[in-house]
């Protein structure tokens, strides 16, 4: 008897008429337009250092988008991806540890830059232990 003047387990407890489940709803439309927002944006956000390649007939070469890159502008300046190393050449490719782990490097310099310019960088880089040495250019398509 005493059980039952007591209440027992779950007696006199009231469930109240909330729901235990999230509406997921909302949040899968914020993720989708978020989605598109970063799909629109991210093309745009490709920027680097305008150089005007030099157009030569060859085939197209297969580039790695990840692989790195050394970009010689018109007035010499060195860029190591979009910081400019032009003052600290030797040193920033020596130090660098993905040129270090690589052993690769692809020169892109601008199609009015001074032979030496490029002779200088090119130098740096194997002073700095490059083994694979590559240059960009603008192809031409072969006929």
Known sequence: MAMAAGGGAGRGR?????LNEI???PLID????LLVIFMVTAPLLTTGV??????VKSAPMQMDDAK????????E???????EITQALDDKLRTNARLQ???ELYVQADENVKYGAV?????AARAAGVEKLGMITDPMVVK
């Open 30 to 33: 914020v993720m989708l337009v």
């Open 68 to 75: 790195l890159l050394v970009i010689i502008t018109a007035d």
């Open 50 to 55: 305008q150089v005007e390649l030099p157009k």
């Open 119 to 123: 002779l200088r960088v090119m130098a």
């Open 14 to 18: 009231r469930r109240l008429g909330g």
């Open 23 to 25: 509406n997921v709803t």
């Open 101 to 103: 782990e690589e052993k």
């Open 77 to 83: 300046h060195v860029y190591l991806g979009k910081d």
